[in-house]
């Protein structure tokens, strides 16, 4: 029986997160993993390769970002060039073909898992420009006459922080799971991992503050798990106590309040909260 998916000692996977994982394996179709910024969709995939005992190949998609690039690059000038130089690497056109990251998981000599990550970053039609070459495992290299197949069908992990639509024949093709941001037993477990030593009642402070102020009506952005991570990462360098986290009406702000509130708006929400709060004593 193949392995299966169920998180890891530094990743904590819900039971959702497991089902889609291992249904999108089992059907062989690309998972699509949405969620807010900062829940661990990158690192899921890290983590699925990990598990699986496979390699990981990453393609991080930027708005410039072209689905010929994950196919292969032609590079013209260099051949020009060469070509004016009397090189004889000019007689092989191969020479100037560059893979890109789905050629090589299809030339890969094992599964491997391939990570296209943040494919809404992408002009719209990047999703669908990839639809033929996911569905059939090819693709054609016209500079050569090669067709190059997928020797072993990878595990495909596209995560989208869902900045725009994706188009409706590339969600068919999809297996799609929605990471919701973790509840608080979820995100104790997810602070145990990472900070095991973390004393209780410091955690209990930490957290109920954090979860208040994601709650904040207002905030422009909303601090994700990486960010607590990164808070309670400080938290614990300068050693503060739960009492050191206590707040009134003259600081309503956070401690490193820089680790959770990432734009001037949500700050000067929290300084007119506080304004309010002197005001109505």
Not at 242 to 251: H, I, N, V, Y
Request: with cysteine; hydrophobic share 40%.
């Amino acid at each position: 029986m193949p392995a299966q998916f169920t998180g890891s000692a530094s990743y904590v996977a819900s039971k959702d997160l497991s089902v889609a994982v291992n249904a999108a394996v089992t059907l062989q179709r690309p998972l699509l993993v949405k969620g807010e910024p900062g829940t661990g969709k990158t690192e899921l995939a890290r983590q699925v390769a990990d598990s699986l005992g496979l390699e990981l190949i990453e393609w991080h998609v930027k708005s410039t970002t072209k689905a010929q690039q994950g196919l292969y690059e032609y590079d013209a000038v260099s051949r020009l060039r060469d070509s004016q130089l009397g090189d004889a690497r000019v007689h092989d056109v191969s020479n100037y073909i560059r893979r890109g990251k789905l050629w090589q998981a299809f030339d890969a000599p094992a599964r491997v898992v391939l990570l296209i990550d943040e494919v809404d970053k992408a002009d719209i039609e990047f999703p669908n420009d990839l639809l033929q070459e996911l569905d059939r495992m090819e693709f054609h290299v016209y500079e050569t006459g090669q067709t190059i197949r997928a020797r072993h069908r990878p595990v495909v992990i596209i995560t989208s922080n869902n900045e725009k639509e994706l188009p409706d024949a590339f969600l068919r093709r999809c297996f799609f799971h929605y990471i919701r941001f973790p509840d608080e037993a979820t995100l104790r477990a997810i602070v145990k991992v990472h900070f095991p030593q973390i004393k209780e009642a410091l955690l209990t402070t930490a957290l109920t503050q954090f979860l208040e102020l994601r709650e904040t009506p207002g905030l422009k952005k909303k601090p994700s798990t990486s960010e607590v991570l990164d808070w309670l990462k400080l938290l614990l360098a300068e050693d503060l106590a739960p009492e050191d986290l206590r707040r009134d009406g003259k600081a309503m702000l956070p401690k490193l309040y820089g680790a959770l509130l990432k734009t001037e708006q949500d700050v000067q929400l929290f300084e007119r909260i506080a304004f309010m709060a002197r005001g109505n004593r």
